[in-house]
């Protein structure tokens, strides 16, 4: 898996992970919103990517 961080706007940032892509060959992703410092979101992307759960109980 792969996950970007964007900044939405002073203290909010966008955490997306890519799952895969489903049955017409569209991306899967998961969106996320932290607020807080980028070093937050970074944690929590981290913390998603680490995560060993089934894809689809995130």
Known sequence: M???IRQRSPGSWE????LGRDTNSKPMRKTETVRGKKADAQRRLREILSDRRPLSTL
């Open 2 to 4: 792969k996950g970007t």
């Open 15 to 18: 955490i997306q992970v890519f």
